[in-house]
């Protein structure tokens, strides 16, 4: 089992820069591939980024590619999204997830509750 709480959001302006952090409990966490979600106001879910357990395999949604950067700490048990070049699309609330399998359509087990991101205009 492993809780997931996520951090850093918050309002910027376009072509601004946040960093997102997402804190794991549980001495599973390299166990799991960690994910980056996000849903906008009126929208789906949909997949921002991934990372594999040992960090050596990472995936990004093409909306996302070359301004966003997914890392991950195993020692500290945590996961970071830092996101440059922000644009008013990415506005959304950002979710965190973990999972044993390598996917981007399929379920994620565990989720995080979530942390607001605006970009304004």
């Known amino acids: 089992q492993v809780q997931l709480v996520e951090s850093g959001g918050g309002l910027v302006q376009a072509g601004g820069s946040l960093r997102l952090s997402c804190a794991a409990s549980?001495?599973?966490?390299?166990?799991?591939?960690m994910g980056w979600f996000r849903q906008a106001p009126g929208k789906e879910r949909e997949f921002v980024a991934l990372?594999?357990?040992?960090?050596?395999?990472?995936n990004y949604a093409d909306s996302v590619k070359g301004r966003f950067t997914v890392s991950r700490d195993n020692v500290r048990n945590t996961v970071a999204l830092q996101m440059n070049s922000l644009k008013p699309d990415d506005t959304a609330i950002y979710f965190c997830a973990a999972n044993n399998v390598w996917t981007i359509q399929g379920q994620w087990r565990h989720w995080g509750q979530g942390t607001q991101v605006t970009v304004s205009s």
């Open positions: 549980g001495r599973t966490f390299g166990n799991y591939h």
């Open positions: 990372i594999s357990w040992s960090g050596g395999r990472t």
